[in-house]
Protein backbone atom coordinates (compact mmCIF):
# COMPACT_ATOMS: atom_id res chain seq x y z
CA UNK A 1 0.00 0.00 0.00
CA UNK A 2 3.03 2.33 0.79
CA UNK A 3 5.31 1.33 -2.34
CA UNK A 4 6.37 3.87 -5.51
CA UNK A 5 5.31 2.31 -8.58
CA UNK A 6 4.19 3.62 -12.43
CA UNK A 7 0.64 3.95 -10.82
CA UNK A 8 1.54 6.15 -8.22
CA UNK A 9 3.39 8.40 -10.18
CA UNK A 10 0.73 8.35 -12.67
CA UNK A 11 -1.92 9.27 -9.76
CA UNK A 12 0.34 11.79 -8.49
CA UNK A 13 0.44 13.48 -11.87
CA UNK A 14 -3.00 13.78 -12.05
CA UNK A 15 -3.62 14.83 -8.90
CA UNK A 16 -0.96 17.66 -9.05
CA UNK A 17 -2.36 18.81 -12.44
CA UNK A 18 -5.79 18.77 -10.87
CA UNK A 19 -4.61 21.31 -7.86
CA UNK A 20 -2.59 23.26 -10.19
CA UNK A 21 -5.91 23.98 -12.53
CA UNK A 22 -7.37 24.81 -9.13
CA UNK A 23 -5.26 27.02 -7.49
CA UNK A 24 -4.54 28.73 -11.04
CA UNK A 25 -8.33 29.02 -12.23
CA UNK A 26 -9.82 32.38 -12.37
CA UNK A 27 -13.19 31.26 -12.53
CA UNK A 28 -14.67 29.03 -10.08
CA UNK A 29 -18.34 27.23 -9.73
CA UNK A 30 -20.55 27.30 -7.33
CA UNK A 31 -21.59 23.64 -6.83
CA UNK A 32 -25.61 22.66 -6.45
CA UNK A 33 -26.35 20.35 -3.60
CA UNK A 34 -27.56 17.16 -3.64
CA UNK A 35 -29.26 14.32 -1.40
CA UNK A 36 -26.89 12.10 -0.02
CA UNK A 37 -29.24 9.65 -1.76
CA UNK A 38 -28.16 10.96 -5.07
CA UNK A 39 -24.90 11.34 -4.04
CA UNK A 40 -24.93 7.53 -3.36
CA UNK A 41 -27.10 7.31 -6.53
CA UNK A 42 -23.79 9.00 -8.79
CA UNK A 43 -21.21 7.06 -7.19
CA UNK A 44 -21.98 4.10 -5.80
CA UNK A 45 -19.82 2.09 -3.37
CA UNK A 46 -16.27 3.47 -2.76
CA UNK A 47 -15.23 1.74 0.11
CA UNK A 48 -14.78 -1.95 -0.86
CA UNK A 49 -12.51 -4.71 0.36
CA UNK A 50 -10.53 -4.69 -2.84
CA UNK A 51 -10.36 -0.65 -3.24
CA UNK A 52 -12.25 0.83 -6.59
CA UNK A 53 -8.40 1.94 -7.68
CA UNK A 54 -7.64 5.94 -7.81
CA UNK A 55 -8.25 6.52 -10.69
CA UNK A 56 -11.83 5.44 -10.51
CA UNK A 57 -12.33 7.13 -7.27
CA UNK A 58 -10.68 10.27 -8.79
CA UNK A 59 -13.02 10.49 -11.59
CA UNK A 60 -16.20 10.10 -9.23
CA UNK A 61 -14.40 13.25 -7.22
CA UNK A 62 -14.32 15.27 -10.67
CA UNK A 63 -17.27 14.62 -11.99
CA UNK A 64 -20.23 14.34 -9.13
CA UNK A 65 -18.50 15.17 -5.81
CA UNK A 66 -16.82 18.21 -6.51
CA UNK A 67 -19.39 19.50 -8.01
CA UNK A 68 -21.72 18.92 -4.81
CA UNK A 69 -19.52 21.79 -3.38
CA UNK A 70 -19.56 25.37 -3.12
CA UNK A 71 -16.13 27.25 -2.77
CA UNK A 72 -15.36 29.12 -0.37
CA UNK A 73 -13.31 31.81 -1.95
CA UNK A 74 -15.95 32.03 -5.06
CA UNK A 75 -16.59 35.80 -5.49
CA UNK A 76 -20.75 36.13 -5.52
CA UNK A 77 -20.64 33.66 -2.34
CA UNK A 78 -21.02 36.27 0.56
CA UNK A 79 -22.67 34.14 2.87
CA UNK A 80 -21.95 33.71 6.53
CA UNK A 81 -18.39 34.70 6.82
CA UNK A 82 -16.95 33.18 3.08
CA UNK A 83 -13.16 32.67 2.87
CA UNK A 84 -10.13 34.25 -0.11
CA UNK A 85 -6.93 31.88 0.54
CA UNK A 86 -4.37 33.28 -1.39
CA UNK A 87 -2.96 31.24 -4.44
CA UNK A 88 0.39 30.91 -2.23
CA UNK A 89 -1.48 29.86 0.83
CA UNK A 90 -2.86 26.91 -0.99
CA UNK A 91 -0.14 26.17 -2.86
CA UNK A 92 1.53 25.73 0.83
CA UNK A 93 -1.19 23.85 2.37
CA UNK A 94 -0.07 20.67 -0.21
CA UNK A 95 3.73 20.95 0.83
CA UNK A 96 2.54 21.12 4.56
CA UNK A 97 0.37 18.14 4.01
CA UNK A 98 3.54 16.53 1.87
CA UNK A 99 5.80 17.10 4.95
CA UNK A 100 4.13 15.17 7.50
CA UNK A 101 4.64 17.50 10.03
CA UNK A 102 3.68 16.30 14.09
CA UNK A 103 3.31 20.38 14.95
CA UNK A 104 2.55 19.74 18.99
CA UNK A 105 6.11 19.69 19.97
CA UNK A 106 9.43 21.39 18.80
CA UNK A 107 11.13 18.59 19.23
CA UNK A 108 9.35 17.46 15.92
CA UNK A 109 8.60 19.86 13.98
CA UNK A 110 11.11 22.30 14.60
CA UNK A 111 11.23 24.20 11.35
CA UNK A 112 7.58 24.21 11.01
CA UNK A 113 6.31 26.12 14.49
CA UNK A 114 9.30 28.15 13.21
CA UNK A 115 7.14 29.57 10.86
CA UNK A 116 4.25 29.33 12.35
CA UNK A 117 5.36 31.48 15.29
CA UNK A 118 6.89 33.96 12.33
CA UNK A 119 2.98 34.48 11.15
CA UNK A 120 1.94 34.77 14.51
CA UNK A 121 3.92 37.03 15.64
CA UNK A 122 2.81 39.77 13.25
CA UNK A 123 -0.72 38.76 14.33
CA UNK A 124 0.30 39.76 17.32
CA UNK A 125 1.94 43.09 16.57
CA UNK A 126 -1.45 43.61 14.84
CA UNK A 127 -3.33 43.34 18.92
CA UNK A 128 -0.61 45.95 20.79
CA UNK A 129 -0.64 43.61 23.48
CA UNK A 130 2.44 43.79 25.83
CA UNK A 131 5.41 42.25 25.72
CA UNK A 132 5.24 38.20 26.32
CA UNK A 133 2.07 38.30 24.54
CA UNK A 134 1.59 35.70 22.54
CA UNK A 135 -0.45 32.78 20.97
CA UNK A 136 -0.99 29.39 18.64
CA UNK A 137 -3.10 28.41 15.76
CA UNK A 138 -5.96 25.93 16.49
CA UNK A 139 -8.96 24.25 14.04
CA UNK A 140 -10.96 27.56 14.32
CA UNK A 141 -12.43 30.19 15.55
CA UNK A 142 -14.24 27.68 18.17
CA UNK A 143 -11.54 25.62 19.75
CA UNK A 144 -9.85 29.07 20.42
CA UNK A 145 -12.73 30.01 22.29
CA UNK A 146 -13.30 26.57 24.39
CA UNK A 147 -9.04 27.46 25.10
CA UNK A 148 -9.02 30.51 26.28
CA UNK A 149 -12.53 29.60 28.49
CA UNK A 150 -10.62 26.85 29.88
CA UNK A 151 -7.89 28.69 30.40
CA UNK A 152 -9.67 31.70 32.23
CA UNK A 153 -12.04 29.12 34.45
CA UNK A 154 -8.53 27.11 35.81
CA UNK A 155 -7.11 30.94 36.63
CA UNK A 156 -9.88 31.58 38.41
CA UNK A 157 -9.92 28.66 40.28
CA UNK A 158 -6.58 28.71 41.14
CA UNK A 159 -7.10 31.94 42.64
CA UNK A 160 -9.44 30.45 45.21
CA UNK A 161 -10.22 27.31 46.71
CA UNK A 162 -13.89 28.28 47.46
CA UNK A 163 -13.61 28.46 43.41
CA UNK A 164 -12.64 24.88 43.07
CA UNK A 165 -15.97 23.63 43.77
CA UNK A 166 -18.72 26.64 42.22
CA UNK A 167 -19.91 26.25 38.61
CA UNK A 168 -18.40 29.06 36.73
CA UNK A 169 -20.30 31.92 34.98
CA UNK A 170 -19.16 34.17 31.49
CA UNK A 171 -20.93 37.31 30.62
CA UNK A 172 -21.07 37.93 26.58
CA UNK A 173 -23.83 39.80 24.37
CA UNK A 174 -26.54 37.96 22.47
CA UNK A 175 -23.97 39.24 19.34
CA UNK A 176 -21.42 36.98 20.54
CA UNK A 177 -20.87 34.05 18.03
CA UNK A 178 -22.96 30.73 18.77
CA UNK A 179 -19.73 28.80 19.71
CA UNK A 180 -19.65 31.01 23.21
CA UNK A 181 -22.37 29.37 24.24
CA UNK A 182 -21.62 26.06 22.71
CA UNK A 183 -18.41 26.00 24.26
CA UNK A 184 -19.75 27.12 27.87
CA UNK A 185 -21.48 23.96 27.74
CA UNK A 186 -18.31 21.90 27.15
CA UNK A 187 -16.59 23.74 29.93
CA UNK A 188 -19.83 23.38 31.71
CA UNK A 189 -20.43 27.15 32.59
CA UNK A 190 -22.99 29.45 32.69
CA UNK A 191 -23.40 32.10 30.24
CA UNK A 192 -25.64 35.28 31.22
CA UNK A 193 -27.06 37.01 27.77
CA UNK A 194 -27.09 40.77 27.46
CA UNK A 195 -29.62 41.43 25.35
CA UNK A 196 -29.10 43.40 23.03
CA UNK A 197 -27.64 42.62 19.45
CA UNK A 198 -26.04 46.25 18.66
CA UNK A 199 -22.29 47.57 20.36
CA UNK A 200 -21.90 45.90 23.79
CA UNK A 201 -21.72 49.67 25.81
CA UNK A 202 -19.77 49.64 29.50
CA UNK A 203 -23.13 50.89 30.96
CA UNK A 204 -25.24 47.43 30.03
CA UNK A 205 -22.42 45.62 31.06
CA UNK A 206 -21.74 47.50 34.37
CA UNK A 207 -25.63 47.23 35.66
CA UNK A 208 -25.26 43.13 34.26
CA UNK A 209 -22.73 42.97 36.73
CA UNK A 210 -24.13 45.16 39.29
CA UNK A 211 -27.45 42.98 39.53
CA UNK A 212 -25.85 39.54 39.94
CA UNK A 213 -26.64 37.77 43.17
CA UNK A 214 -23.97 37.75 45.34
CA UNK A 215 -23.19 33.81 44.55
CA UNK A 216 -23.38 35.14 41.03
CA UNK A 217 -20.85 37.53 41.56
CA UNK A 218 -19.02 34.64 43.46
CA UNK A 219 -19.10 32.90 40.01
CA UNK A 220 -18.49 35.54 37.51
CA UNK A 221 -14.51 34.83 36.26
CA UNK A 222 -14.95 36.17 32.76
CA UNK A 223 -16.43 38.91 29.95
CA UNK A 224 -16.16 37.63 26.12
CA UNK A 225 -16.35 40.76 24.34
CA UNK A 226 -16.75 40.64 20.01
CA UNK A 227 -14.78 42.38 17.77
CA UNK A 228 -16.82 42.33 14.87
CA UNK A 229 -19.79 40.17 15.22
CA UNK A 230 -20.73 37.55 12.66
CA UNK A 231 -24.13 39.08 12.02
CA UNK A 232 -23.29 42.27 11.66
CA UNK A 233 -19.87 43.21 11.84
CA UNK A 234 -20.24 45.46 14.86
CA UNK A 235 -17.49 46.06 17.66
CA UNK A 236 -17.97 46.17 21.14
CA UNK A 237 -16.78 48.64 23.44
CA UNK A 238 -13.30 46.96 24.06
CA UNK A 239 -11.56 49.89 25.50
CA UNK A 240 -14.81 50.91 28.30
CA UNK A 241 -15.04 46.63 29.04
CA UNK A 242 -11.40 46.86 29.44
CA UNK A 243 -11.62 49.23 32.55
CA UNK A 244 -14.75 46.78 33.88
CA UNK A 245 -13.18 43.45 33.70
CA UNK A 246 -9.83 45.58 35.61
CA UNK A 247 -11.97 47.00 38.23
CA UNK A 248 -14.03 43.86 38.42
CA UNK A 249 -10.93 41.29 38.46
CA UNK A 250 -12.40 39.44 35.34
CA UNK A 251 -10.86 37.43 32.99
CA UNK A 252 -11.30 39.40 29.64
CA UNK A 253 -11.26 37.36 26.09
CA UNK A 254 -11.90 39.37 22.83
CA UNK A 255 -13.25 37.14 20.10
CA UNK A 256 -12.16 38.82 17.13
CA UNK A 257 -12.55 35.53 14.86
CA UNK A 258 -13.93 36.83 12.04
CA UNK A 259 -12.89 40.68 12.64
CA UNK A 260 -9.41 40.34 13.81
CA UNK A 261 -8.43 40.38 9.90
CA UNK A 262 -9.21 44.23 10.09
CA UNK A 263 -6.76 45.36 12.87
CA UNK A 264 -4.63 45.04 10.11
CA UNK A 265 -6.70 47.82 8.24
CA UNK A 266 -5.86 51.45 9.29
CA UNK A 267 -9.28 52.81 8.12
CA UNK A 268 -10.78 50.74 10.98
CA UNK A 269 -8.15 49.71 13.05
CA UNK A 270 -8.97 52.76 15.89
CA UNK A 271 -12.44 50.90 16.53
CA UNK A 272 -10.57 48.05 17.75
CA UNK A 273 -8.81 50.14 20.58
CA UNK A 274 -8.52 48.33 23.91
CA UNK A 275 -7.57 44.89 22.48
CA UNK A 276 -4.67 45.28 23.76
CA UNK A 277 -5.81 44.92 27.44
CA UNK A 278 -7.64 41.53 26.98
CA UNK A 279 -6.44 38.04 28.46
CA UNK A 280 -6.93 36.51 25.34
CA UNK A 281 -8.29 37.21 21.92
CA UNK A 282 -9.38 34.73 19.20
CA UNK A 283 -8.39 35.28 15.39
CA UNK A 284 -9.65 33.25 12.06
CA UNK A 285 -7.12 33.43 9.48
CA UNK A 286 -9.18 31.12 8.21
CA UNK A 287 -11.57 34.04 7.67
CA UNK A 288 -9.93 37.17 6.66
CA UNK A 289 -6.32 36.65 6.93
CA UNK A 290 -6.55 34.18 3.67
CA UNK A 291 -5.51 31.40 4.89
CA UNK A 292 -6.97 27.55 3.72
CA UNK A 293 -9.56 25.73 5.90
CA UNK A 294 -8.71 25.10 8.74
CA UNK A 295 -6.47 27.26 10.59
CA UNK A 296 -7.61 29.76 14.04
CA UNK A 297 -5.67 31.41 16.76
CA UNK A 298 -6.04 31.63 20.48
CA UNK A 299 -3.62 34.49 21.45
CA UNK A 300 -2.94 35.33 25.21
CA UNK A 301 -1.41 38.21 27.21
CA UNK A 302 0.04 35.54 29.95
CA UNK A 303 1.27 32.25 28.29
CA UNK A 304 2.10 30.81 31.30
CA UNK A 305 -1.91 30.79 32.54
CA UNK A 306 -2.36 29.18 29.10
CA UNK A 307 0.38 26.13 29.95
CA UNK A 308 -0.78 25.46 33.34
CA UNK A 309 -4.76 25.02 32.21
CA UNK A 310 -3.10 23.12 28.76
CA UNK A 311 -0.14 20.82 29.04
CA UNK A 312 -0.56 17.70 29.01
CA UNK A 313 1.13 14.77 31.35
CA UNK A 314 2.19 11.45 30.55
CA UNK A 315 5.44 9.54 31.03
CA UNK A 316 5.23 9.12 27.01
CA UNK A 317 5.23 12.83 26.85
CA UNK A 318 8.26 13.43 28.83
CA UNK A 319 11.15 13.77 26.57
CA UNK A 320 9.05 16.73 24.97
CA UNK A 321 9.91 18.28 28.01
CA UNK A 322 13.37 17.75 28.58
CA UNK A 323 16.12 20.32 28.17
CA UNK A 324 17.45 18.95 25.03
CA UNK A 325 13.95 19.01 23.52
CA UNK A 326 14.26 22.55 24.10
CA UNK A 327 11.49 24.69 21.97
CA UNK A 328 8.33 26.20 22.03
CA UNK A 329 5.32 23.66 21.85
CA UNK A 330 2.15 24.41 20.46
CA UNK A 331 0.24 22.18 22.06
CA UNK A 332 0.73 23.40 25.64
CA UNK A 333 -1.46 26.66 25.12
CA UNK A 334 -4.51 24.59 23.47
CA UNK A 335 -7.12 21.77 23.62
CA UNK A 336 -5.21 19.49 20.79
CA UNK A 337 -2.01 17.43 21.14
CA UNK A 338 -1.70 16.34 17.59
CA UNK A 339 -1.58 19.18 15.56
CA UNK A 340 -1.16 19.67 11.54
CA UNK A 341 1.64 22.71 11.32
CA UNK A 342 -1.71 24.57 10.30
CA UNK A 343 -0.12 28.39 10.46
CA UNK A 344 2.45 27.09 8.08
CA UNK A 345 0.42 28.06 4.75
CA UNK A 346 -0.48 31.60 6.03
CA UNK A 347 3.33 31.98 6.89
CA UNK A 348 4.51 31.29 3.36
CA UNK A 349 1.66 33.84 2.34
CA UNK A 350 2.85 36.69 4.49
CA UNK A 351 6.21 36.26 3.68
CA UNK A 352 5.28 35.39 -0.27
CA UNK A 353 3.22 38.58 -0.76
CA UNK A 354 4.31 40.67 2.49
CA UNK A 355 2.00 42.78 5.42
CA UNK A 356 0.80 45.36 2.83
CA UNK A 357 -0.86 43.58 0.69
CA UNK A 358 -2.65 42.08 3.26
CA UNK A 359 -3.46 45.37 4.63
CA UNK A 360 -4.83 46.28 0.99
CA UNK A 361 -7.11 43.29 0.39
CA UNK A 362 -8.49 43.35 3.58
CA UNK A 363 -9.31 47.40 3.19
CA UNK A 364 -10.20 45.90 -0.14
CA UNK A 365 -13.07 43.90 1.78
CA UNK A 366 -14.53 47.21 3.95
CA UNK A 367 -14.43 49.18 0.54
CA UNK A 368 -17.02 46.43 -0.81
CA UNK A 369 -19.28 46.79 1.78
CA UNK A 370 -19.46 50.37 1.76
CA UNK A 371 -20.17 50.65 -2.10
CA UNK A 372 -22.71 48.05 -1.69
CA UNK A 373 -24.26 50.02 1.11
CA UNK A 374 -24.03 52.97 -1.57
CA UNK A 375 -25.90 50.87 -4.05
CA UNK A 376 -28.86 49.76 -1.72
CA UNK A 377 -29.41 52.94 -0.81
CA UNK A 378 -29.75 54.13 -4.46
CA UNK A 379 -32.08 51.11 -5.16
CA UNK A 380 -35.49 51.31 -4.95
CA UNK A 381 -36.60 47.80 -4.15
CA UNK A 382 -34.05 47.11 -0.95
CA UNK A 383 -32.84 49.52 2.12
CA UNK A 384 -30.53 49.15 4.79
CA UNK A 385 -31.11 47.36 8.21
CA UNK A 386 -27.92 49.51 9.46
CA UNK A 387 -25.33 51.56 7.82
CA UNK A 388 -22.61 48.51 7.17
CA UNK A 389 -20.33 47.76 9.38
CA UNK A 390 -16.56 45.98 8.95
CA UNK A 391 -17.23 43.77 5.86
CA UNK A 392 -21.05 43.09 7.02
CA UNK A 393 -24.43 44.37 5.33
CA UNK A 394 -27.75 43.46 6.42
CA UNK A 395 -30.68 44.57 4.19
CA UNK A 396 -33.86 43.95 3.53
CA UNK A 397 -35.90 43.91 0.13
CA UNK A 398 -39.57 45.85 1.03
CA UNK A 399 -41.92 44.02 1.36
CA UNK A 400 -40.38 40.63 1.13
CA UNK A 401 -41.48 38.03 3.82
CA UNK A 402 -39.33 35.84 5.50
CA UNK A 403 -39.97 32.92 2.85
CA UNK A 404 -38.98 34.97 0.10
CA UNK A 405 -35.82 35.15 1.13
CA UNK A 406 -35.23 31.64 1.55
CA UNK A 407 -36.98 31.10 -2.17
CA UNK A 408 -34.72 33.73 -3.45
CA UNK A 409 -31.73 31.89 -1.64
CA UNK A 410 -32.01 28.37 -3.45
CA UNK A 411 -32.97 30.11 -6.58
CA UNK A 412 -29.69 32.12 -7.02
CA UNK A 413 -28.17 28.88 -5.26
CA UNK A 414 -29.37 26.21 -7.80
CA UNK A 415 -28.46 28.49 -10.82
CA UNK A 416 -24.92 28.61 -9.54
CA UNK A 417 -25.15 32.13 -9.64
CA UNK A 418 -24.49 33.13 -5.99
CA UNK A 419 -24.60 32.20 -2.36
CA UNK A 420 -26.42 34.79 -0.21
CA UNK A 421 -28.36 33.68 2.83
CA UNK A 422 -30.76 34.90 4.93
CA UNK A 423 -30.36 36.08 8.52
CA UNK A 424 -32.82 37.79 11.14
CA UNK A 425 -32.00 41.26 13.35
CA UNK A 426 -33.42 42.09 16.40
CA UNK A 427 -35.32 45.04 16.20
CA UNK A 428 -36.56 45.87 20.09
CA UNK A 429 -38.33 42.26 21.11
CA UNK A 430 -38.77 41.09 17.52
CA UNK A 431 -36.61 38.87 15.13
CA UNK A 432 -36.48 40.20 11.54
CA UNK A 433 -35.72 38.46 8.72
CA UNK A 434 -33.18 40.14 6.33
CA UNK A 435 -30.55 39.36 4.00
CA UNK A 436 -26.91 40.25 4.28
CA UNK A 437 -23.57 40.17 2.47
CA UNK A 438 -20.56 39.43 3.91
CA UNK A 439 -17.24 40.65 1.88
CA UNK A 440 -13.74 38.99 2.26
CA UNK A 441 -12.94 38.54 -0.99
CA UNK A 442 -10.85 40.68 -3.09
CA UNK A 443 -12.38 39.46 -5.92
CA UNK A 444 -16.03 40.46 -5.77
CA UNK A 445 -16.79 42.97 -8.04
CA UNK A 446 -19.14 46.26 -8.15
CA UNK A 447 -20.86 44.29 -10.67
CA UNK A 448 -21.34 41.08 -8.29
CA UNK A 449 -23.12 43.10 -6.26
CA UNK A 450 -24.88 44.69 -8.51
CA UNK A 451 -26.43 41.47 -10.54
CA UNK A 452 -27.13 39.88 -7.13
CA UNK A 453 -29.30 43.30 -5.80
CA UNK A 454 -31.12 42.86 -9.34
CA UNK A 455 -31.95 39.32 -8.89
CA UNK A 456 -34.54 40.31 -5.75
CA UNK A 457 -36.93 40.58 -8.04
C1 LIG B 1 -16.70 32.18 12.87
C2 LIG B 1 -16.67 32.65 14.26
C3 LIG B 1 -16.37 31.77 15.30
C4 LIG B 1 -16.19 30.29 15.08
O1 LIG B 1 -15.02 30.05 14.37
P1 LIG B 1 -14.81 28.65 13.60
O2 LIG B 1 -13.50 28.90 12.93
O3 LIG B 1 -15.95 28.52 12.65
O4 LIG B 1 -14.76 27.59 14.61
C5 LIG B 1 -16.29 32.28 16.57
N1 LIG B 1 -16.50 33.59 16.81
C6 LIG B 1 -16.79 34.47 15.84
C7 LIG B 1 -17.01 35.91 16.18
C8 LIG B 1 -16.89 34.03 14.51
O5 LIG B 1 -17.18 34.89 13.55
Redesign the pocket.
Known amino acids: MHKIDIDLVEMTMDVMKYAIDRISATKREIGKPKKESELRALVGETITEKGVGGEYAFNLWKQHLIKANVPADHPRNLAF?PAAPTRAAVMFDLVTSASSIHGAYWMEGAGGIFCENEAMKWIVSLTGLPEGAFGVFTS????A?LSAIVTAREYWRSLNDKNKVEKGLIITSIGA?S?IKAMAKVVDVDVLLVNSEERLETKNLQKTIDNLTEHQRQRLFAVVA?G???NAGIIDDLDGIATICEKEKLWYHV?A??GGGALAADSVRHLFNGIEKADSI?I?P??WMFSPY?C?AIIYKDMELAKKAHSQEGSYLDIFKDEGAHGFNPTDYQIQLTRRVRGLPLWFSLATHGTNRYKEAVERGIELANIAGKMIEENPNVELVRAPSLSCVLFRRKGWKPEDYTHWTYENHKKGFALVTPTKWKKGDAFETVSRFCFINPDTTEKDIEMILDSMV
Open positions: VGGTANHSTGTTDAYTDHKDG
